[in-house]
Protein backbone atom coordinates (compact mmCIF):
# COMPACT_ATOMS: atom_id res chain seq x y z
CA UNK A 1 0.00 0.00 0.00
CA UNK A 2 1.60 3.47 -1.16
CA UNK A 3 -0.08 6.24 -0.06
CA UNK A 4 0.67 10.11 -0.71
CA UNK A 5 -1.37 13.34 0.11
CA UNK A 6 -1.40 16.78 -1.25
CA UNK A 7 -3.16 20.01 -1.14
CA UNK A 8 -2.16 21.82 2.29
CA UNK A 9 -1.29 25.15 1.80
CA UNK A 10 -1.92 29.18 3.45
CA UNK A 11 -5.43 30.19 3.85
CA UNK A 12 -7.24 32.57 5.74
CA UNK A 13 -9.63 32.00 8.74
CA UNK A 14 -12.80 30.77 7.61
CA UNK A 15 -11.00 29.81 4.38
CA UNK A 16 -10.99 26.72 2.91
CA UNK A 17 -9.20 23.67 1.68
CA UNK A 18 -9.24 19.90 0.20
CA UNK A 19 -6.83 17.43 0.68
CA UNK A 20 -6.05 14.33 -0.96
CA UNK A 21 -4.95 11.22 -0.64
CA UNK A 22 -4.13 8.71 -3.38
CA UNK A 23 -3.29 5.68 -2.96
CA UNK A 24 -2.79 1.70 -4.23
CA UNK A 25 -4.23 -0.95 -1.92
CA UNK A 26 -7.48 1.40 -0.67
CA UNK A 27 -9.89 -1.42 -2.11
CA UNK A 28 -9.13 -4.20 -0.35
CA UNK A 29 -11.56 -5.39 2.56
CA UNK A 30 -11.86 -3.85 5.47
CA UNK A 31 -9.30 -0.98 5.00
CA UNK A 32 -9.99 2.22 7.25
CA UNK A 33 -8.67 5.61 5.59
CA UNK A 34 -8.23 8.20 8.39
CA UNK A 35 -6.47 11.82 8.27
CA UNK A 36 -4.32 12.49 11.42
CA UNK A 37 -2.57 16.21 11.86
CA UNK A 38 0.21 17.24 14.45
CA UNK A 39 0.88 20.64 15.15
CA UNK A 40 4.14 21.67 16.36
CA UNK A 41 5.07 20.73 19.95
CA UNK A 42 1.96 18.17 20.05
CA UNK A 43 1.49 14.59 19.29
CA UNK A 44 -0.81 13.57 16.17
CA UNK A 45 -3.87 13.13 16.82
CA UNK A 46 -6.93 11.68 14.84
CA UNK A 47 -9.28 13.95 12.25
CA UNK A 48 -11.36 11.61 10.27
CA UNK A 49 -11.62 8.09 9.08
CA UNK A 50 -13.69 6.53 6.13
CA UNK A 51 -14.70 3.04 5.88
CA UNK A 52 -13.45 2.46 2.03
CA UNK A 53 -15.72 -0.36 1.59
CA UNK A 54 -19.09 1.26 2.96
CA UNK A 55 -17.80 4.49 2.55
CA UNK A 56 -19.06 5.44 6.55
CA UNK A 57 -17.42 8.08 8.07
CA UNK A 58 -16.83 9.63 11.21
CA UNK A 59 -15.16 12.73 12.68
CA UNK A 60 -12.90 14.13 16.26
CA UNK A 61 -15.23 16.64 17.95
CA UNK A 62 -13.11 19.81 17.16
CA UNK A 63 -13.99 18.97 13.57
CA UNK A 64 -17.02 17.91 13.40
CA UNK A 65 -19.22 19.69 11.18
CA UNK A 66 -16.27 21.41 9.67
CA UNK A 67 -14.58 19.00 7.94
CA UNK A 68 -16.06 16.07 5.06
CA UNK A 69 -14.07 13.17 4.32
CA UNK A 70 -15.01 11.32 1.60
CA UNK A 71 -13.53 9.12 -1.49
CA UNK A 72 -13.87 8.26 -5.58
CA UNK A 73 -13.23 4.60 -6.25
CA UNK A 74 -12.46 5.44 -9.91
CA UNK A 75 -9.50 7.62 -8.54
CA UNK A 76 -8.41 5.52 -5.44
CA UNK A 77 -8.38 8.50 -3.52
CA UNK A 78 -9.52 9.65 -0.42
CA UNK A 79 -10.19 13.90 0.10
CA UNK A 80 -10.91 15.76 3.46
CA UNK A 81 -12.81 19.11 2.62
CA UNK A 82 -12.01 21.62 5.33
CA UNK A 83 -14.24 24.33 5.83
CA UNK A 84 -14.27 27.04 8.59
CA UNK A 85 -10.87 26.71 8.63
CA UNK A 86 -9.24 28.03 12.08
CA UNK A 87 -5.95 29.04 13.38
CA UNK A 88 -5.94 26.02 15.72
CA UNK A 89 -5.98 23.47 12.54
CA UNK A 90 -2.93 24.21 11.14
CA UNK A 91 -0.55 21.48 11.28
CA UNK A 92 0.67 18.55 9.20
CA UNK A 93 -2.10 16.64 8.03
CA UNK A 94 -1.33 12.74 6.90
CA UNK A 95 -3.10 9.79 5.77
CA UNK A 96 -2.89 6.85 6.75
CA UNK A 97 -4.13 3.12 6.05
CA UNK A 98 -4.94 -0.19 7.33
CA UNK A 99 -7.37 -2.78 8.54
CA UNK A 100 -9.11 -1.60 11.63
CA UNK A 101 -11.01 -3.75 14.22
CA UNK A 102 -11.94 -2.11 17.35
CA UNK A 103 -13.11 1.65 17.81
CA UNK A 104 -10.20 2.46 20.46
CA UNK A 105 -7.52 1.46 17.83
CA UNK A 106 -9.19 3.81 14.99
CA UNK A 107 -7.91 6.78 16.50
CA UNK A 108 -4.28 5.76 17.35
CA UNK A 109 -1.95 6.75 15.24
CA UNK A 110 0.30 3.42 16.38
CA UNK A 111 -2.54 1.18 14.84
CA UNK A 112 -1.40 2.18 11.01
CA UNK A 113 1.03 0.97 9.78
CA UNK A 114 0.58 2.91 6.05
CA UNK A 115 0.90 6.54 5.93
CA UNK A 116 1.12 9.10 3.48
CA UNK A 117 4.13 11.65 3.42
CA UNK A 118 2.29 14.79 5.15
CA UNK A 119 0.90 17.76 3.81
CA UNK A 120 1.04 21.60 5.73
CA UNK A 121 -1.75 23.18 6.20
CA UNK A 122 -1.20 26.53 7.95
CA UNK A 123 -4.20 28.82 8.77
CA UNK A 124 -3.56 32.72 9.33
CA UNK A 125 -5.98 34.81 11.52
Known amino acids: VQLQASGGGLVQAGGSLRLSCAGS????????VSWFRQAPGKEREFVAF????????GYSDSVKGRFTISRDNAQNTVYLQMDSLKPEDTAVYYC???????????????????WGQGTLVTVSS
Open 50 to 57: IIWSSAST
Open 96 to 114: ATDRITTGQALVRPSSYRY
Open 25 to 32: GLTSSGYF
